[in-house]
């Protein structure tokens, strides 16, 4: 099985910061790494998919990199939507995903 | 509007069944693949399988093969999950989703959940 590790798993940040949160794949997985941002009480929702793809609607606020088995999820000025948890998820093999990235308000 | 609505939150007791539907609207339903995903209180998410609303093929994670089962209604564009034998730590949030494009695809859009709960 592939396992993904985020880091970190918490993070204080203010509105206006960049912030990165970076996710590990235990073997390389290519670019097959999607991220998705989740709120208290809702589904998650797909921003970004092939590690660097904006989804159609989401704000170019978001961007990530990386291949093989390193990803970065980007947010370049964090408005005060943005604070959630935010998830990793490889569908190279199956589909497994990280523990979460909690992103706080500091 | 493409969307997938599932049912209400459900109450059962340790050893009985349950069964969470997912309907599908503004889209084939046939064209993409159904997942779902379960997440427990405060917990993050897991895959549990998927289902090819086409073929009506399955597949699934290990640990869920003997007591989960995934079907589809296709005259109705429903995806079901059905959890057998629940258990007090099967209570949780579930979720269908659906494929971008293809089988090994990210998941674009989600049901709103499911909490079932499993109390005595």
């Known amino acids: 099985d592939i396992q993904m590790t985020q880091s970190p798993s918490t993070l204080s940040a203010s509105v206006g910061d960049r912030v990165t949160i970076t996710c590990r794949a235990s073997?390389?997985?290519?670019?097959?790494l999607a991220w998705y941002q989740q709120k208290p009480g809702k589904a998650p929702n797909l921003l970004i998919y092939?590690?660097?793809n904006l989804e159609n609607g989401v704000s170019s606020r978001f961007s990530g990199s990386g291949s093989g088995t390193e990803f970065t999820l980007t947010i370049s000025s964090l408005q005060p939507d943005d604070f959630a948890t935010y998830y990793c998820?490889?569908?190279?093999?199956?589909?497994?995903f990280g523990q979460g990235t909690k992103l706080e308000i500091k | 509007q493409v969307q997938l609505v599932q049912s209400g939150a459900e109450v059962k007791k340790p050893g009985a069944s349950v069964r969470v539907s997912c309907k599908a609207s503004?889209?084939?339903?046939?064209?993409?693949?159904i997942h779902w995903v379960r997440q427990a209180p405060g917990q993050g998410l897991e895959w549990m399988g998927w289902?090819?609303?086409?073929?009506?093929?399955?597949n699934y994670v290990e640990k869920f093969h003997g007591w989960v089962t995934i079907t589809r209604d296709t005259s109705i564009s429903t995806a079901y999950l059905e959890l057998n034998r629940l258990r007090f730590d099967d209570t949780a949030f579930y979720y269908c989703a659906r494929s971008r494009e293809r089988i090994g695809d990210a998941f674009d859009i989600w049901g709103q959940g499911t909490l079932v709960t499993v109390s005595s």
């Open positions: 073997q390389s997985i290519g670019t097959w």
């Open positions: 503004g889209y084939t339903f046939t064209d993409h693949y």
């Open positions: 092939k590690a660097s």
């Open positions: 998820q490889q569908y190279n093999t199956y589909w497994t």
């Open positions: 289902i090819s609303p086409n073929s009506g093929g399955t």
